[in-house]
C-alpha cells in the first residue's frame, strides 16, 4: 500500500507567490529563462536554472551553478519571501487552465515506495539528468519542484477535496500563461487522517510526470540513509479522471533522401492518406502530416494494429516501428539529430511554422496517449517510448518546497 505523509511546507508569501513561481525548469531553455526572470529578482528561475545568473555559456551541470541556486535560495528564505509552516499539513493545488480544471493532494511520499515500485514509473531515466537532479536537492538541502503522480480516483478523496476546496485559499494567483494556481492548507488532525488512511488503501500510485525528480529522490534517500526528511519526496497526487495528456508531436530534419512525392507513396504501405486536415487527429491511430505546406490525415492500416501488448499499439510505438525506422531512418529517437519533440501545448501552428521555415521537412501530430493506457503499461511493469506524453498544465516550482535536511 502506498505512504504518504503531510510535511511542513516552504511555501511563497501569498502576496508575492505570482513573482515566485515559475513553469518547471525542464521546460525552457537557459535563454528564455534568462528573458522570463529579467527585472524579477523573486522569480524562482534564480534558484531552479541559476546559470541565468552567470556569464553566458557557463556549463549548466557545474558546481559554480549549484551554488548559485543555493545563494538565490537561500536569499528568498532570509528575505522572508518563503516561508516555512510550523507543522506537518497537507495541502490542495488546484489548476484552470481554460476549461479545464484539477486538483491535487500536495504530501511527502515515500521513498523506498519508488524503490520498490509501489510508485509506479513508466519512463526510462538518463544518467545525466538523474545526476543534475541529485546535486540540485543535495546543494540547497530541498526538494523544489513537485513530482506528478496520479492515482485511480477514489470517491473518499474526491469528496474530502471537494469540501476544501469551497473555503478560502492561502494563495490565488494567475500566471502570464493564464493558468489560475490556488492552493489551501490542511491543517485539522482529523482531516489529516482521513487521507491518510484513503491514500494508504491504495494498491499504488504512478508517476505522470516527473521520473528523474523521483529517481534524484530515491539517490539521496539512500546516500543518506534516510536522515533528516530525505526518506521522502514532494508530490502532487491527482486523480487519473482529471489529467489532462497532451500530444507530444514529432519534426523530421530530413525525408531521408527521397522527394515529398515519393515519401507520400511510401506511407501509403502504412496509412489510409486522406489529403486536407487541421493537423490535430481526433482518434487513436489517426496522425497528421505535414509536408509542402499541406495537412494530411494518416489512419494506420488495420493490420499494423492489430495487437493485445499494450506497448505495441501506442502510436507512438507504431510510427516508430513502421515509419520512424523503416523509412526516414530514425533508429534510436533518443539520440537521433534527425528528429525533434515539439509539446502539444505549443499547438499545431508551431509544426506549420517549423516545417515553413525550412529547417525541417515534414510533421507528424499526434493523438494523445490516454492515462488509461499509461497506467495499464505501468501496472506490467512496461516502459513507454519516449516522449509519449506531454502534461498540461505544468505544476509551479517554487509553490512547495519539502525540506529534507535535519
Not at 242 to 253: C, D, H
Not at 288 to 299: P, Q, S, V, Y
Request: hydrophobic letters at 40%; proline letters at 6%; a neutral charge.
Amino acid at each position: 500500500m502506498a505512504l504518504i505523509k503531510p510535511f511542513a511546507a516552504l511555501r511563497p508569501k501569498p502576496e508575492l507567490a505570482s513573482r515566485i513561481c515559475e513553469l518547471p525548469y525542464d521546460v525552457m531553455s537557459s535563454d528564455e529563462a534568462r528573458e522570463i526572470a529579467a527585472g524579477n529578482s523573486l522569480s524562482f528561475l534564480h534558484v531552479s536554472k541559476p546559470e541565468i545568473d552567470l556569464p553566458a555559456g557557463i556549463d549548466v551541470y557545474s558546481q559554480p551553478v549549484y551554488a548559485k541556486g543555493k545563494e538565490n535560495f537561500r536569499r528568498l528564505i532570509t528575505d522572508g519571501a518563503l516561508r516555512q509552516d510550523t507543522k506537518p499539513c497537507f495541502y490542495l493545488y488546484r489548476q484552470i487552465m481554460g476549461a479545464h480544471s484539477q486538483v491535487g493532494l500536495v504530501a511527502a511520499a515515500s521513498c523506498e515506495d519508488y524503490l520498490e515500485g509501489v510508485i509506479k514509473k513508466h519512463e526510462f531515466t538518463r544518467p545525466d539528468k538523474e545526476d543534475d537532479r541529485v546535486r540540485h536537492m543535495e546543494a540547497l538541502d530541498s526538494q523544489t519542484g513537485p513530482v506528478f503522480l496520479t492515482y485511480r480516483a477514489n470517491k473518499t478523496i474526491d469528496s474530502l477535496v471537494a469540501k476544501k476546496i469551497n473555503q478560502t485559499p492561502e494563495i490565488d494567483f494567475t500566471a502570464s500563461d493564464k493558468v489560475r494556481h490556488t492552493s489551501w492548507v490542511i491543517s485539522d488532525a482529523t482531516e489529516i487522517k482521513a487521507i491518510e488512511e484513503a491514500l494508504g488503501q491504495m494498491p499504488c500510485l504512478y508517476i505522470a510526470d516527473g521520473h528523474h525528480r523521483s529517481a534524484a529522490a530515491g539517490r539521496v534517500y539512500e546516500a543518506r540513509n534516510g536522515a533528516g526528511q530525505s526518506a521522502f519526496f514532494l508530490t502532487v497526487i491527482f486523480p487519473h479522471s482529471q489529467v489532462q495528456i497532451l500530444p507530444y508531436n514529432r519534426v523530421l530534419k530530413d525525408l531521408n533522401g527521397v522527394t515529398p512525392s515519393k515519401m507520400l507513396e511510401k506511407l501509403d504501405g502504412v496509412f489510409i492518406i486522406t489529403p486536407g486536415s487541421t493537423g490535430k487527429p481526433a482518434r487513436k491511430h489517426e496522425l497528421g502530416f505535414f509536408i509542402e505546406a499541406k495537412w494530411h490525415t494518416l489512419n494506420f492500416r488495420p493490420h499494423f494494429v492489430k495487437t493485445t501488448d499494450p506497448i505495441e499499439k501506442l502510436d507512438v510505438t507504431l510510427l516508430q516501428k513502421y515509419v520512424l525506422e523503416p523509412i526516414f531512418g530514425i533508429e534510436d529517437q533518443r539520440t537521433s539529430k534527425g528528429i525533434q519533440f515539439v509539446g502539444g501545448i505549443r499547438g499545431t501552428s508551431e509544426l506549420e511554422k517549423l516545417v515553413n521555415s525550412g529547417e525541417y521537412a515534414c510533421a507528424f501530430s499526434m493523438f494523445p496517449t490516454s492515462i488509461e493506457d499509461l497506467m495499464t503499461i505501468s501496472d506490467a511493469g512496461g516502459i513507454m517510448p519516449p516522449k509519449s506524453t506531454w502534461f498540461e498544465p505544468k505544476l509551479r516550482d517554487g509553490m512547495f518546497c519539502h525540506m529534507i535536511g535535519d
